[in-house]
C-alpha cells in the first residue's frame, strides 16, 4: 500500500500512510497504559512509529532491531542510574540538570551506542529510551517494565500493520530504500 500511495501521491501519499498508522499504534498503546494507569506512551516510541511507517525498509526500522535497541537503552540507563545512585532524586524534568545526572545521561547513551554498534543493530530512537530512564524520568520497576511492554506492542503493531498493507519491513537481507 505504501507503494501505491507513493506513486499515486507521492510524498503527501507516503506521509498519510505513515501519519494515520502512526497514529493507531500509538492511540493503542496510550489506551492501554489508560487502562493499566502506567506509562505506555512515552517520548522515544515516536521516532520508532516514524521509522517503521517513513522508512520500514532501512535496517534502523526492523523489528528485531527496535526490541533489542530500546531493551539495550533500559538496561543501560537503569544501569547508570542505579549505578550512580541517582534512582530516589528528582528527575532532571523536577529537579534540574545536575553535574551527576548529566554524566547519567552522557555515559547511558555512550553506553547504548558501543552496545548497538557492536552488535550491528541499529535504532536511533533506543537513545531517548536511555535518556528517559537515566535522567530519572521513568526509573521504578513497574515504569520500566511498562516501558518493555510498550516497545512490544508498538513493534508487535507495527510490523504487523506494515505486513498486513502489503508493506515488507527490511528483513536484513533486502536492501534499504
Known amino acids: 500500500m505504501l507503494n ?4 499515486k501521491a507521492g ?3 507516503a506521509g498519510l500512510y505513515a501519519a494515520v498508522l502512526s ?3 500509538l492511540a493503542a498503546s496510550g489506551a492501554v497504559g489508560l487502562a493499566l494507569h502506567q506509562p505506555w506512551l512515552f517520548p522515544s516510541l515516536g521516532p520508532t512509529v516514524m ?13 528485531l532491531n527496535a526490541l533489542i535497541g530500546h531493551g539495550v537503552g533500559l538496561l543501560a540507563g537503569a544501569a547508570v542510574l542505579y549505578g550512580l545512585g541517582l534512582q530516589d532524586d528528582p528527575s532532571v524534568a523536577s529537579g534540574g540538570l545536575t553535574p ?4 547519567a545521561g552522557a555515559v547511558s547513551v555512550a553506553l547504548t551506542t558501543l552496545v548497538l554498534t557492536a552488535i550491528k543493530t ?8 536511555t535518556l528517559i530512564v537515566s535522567l530519572g524520568i521513568l526509573t521504578q520497576p513497574e515504569e520500566l517494565a511498562s516501558m518493555a ?7 508487535a503493531l507495527g510490523w ?3 505486513l498486513a498493507l502489503g508493506t515488507r519491513p527490511n528483513d536484513g537481507k533486502q536492501s534499504p530504500q
Open 4 to 7: 501505491k500511495l507513493k506513486d
Open 11 to 13: 510524498s503527501i501519499g
Open 23 to 25: 497514529l493507531v499504534v
Open 51 to 63: 521509522l517503521f511507517f517513513e522508512s520500514p525498509r532501512q535496517k534502523a526500522s526492523r523489528p
Open 100 to 103: 551527576a545526572f548529566l554524566l
Open 122 to 129: 541499529p535504532h536511533p530512537p533506543a537513545g531517548a529510551t
Open 149 to 155: 511492554g510498550a516497545i512490544v506492542l508498538i513493534t
Open 160 to 162: 504487523g500493520l506494515n
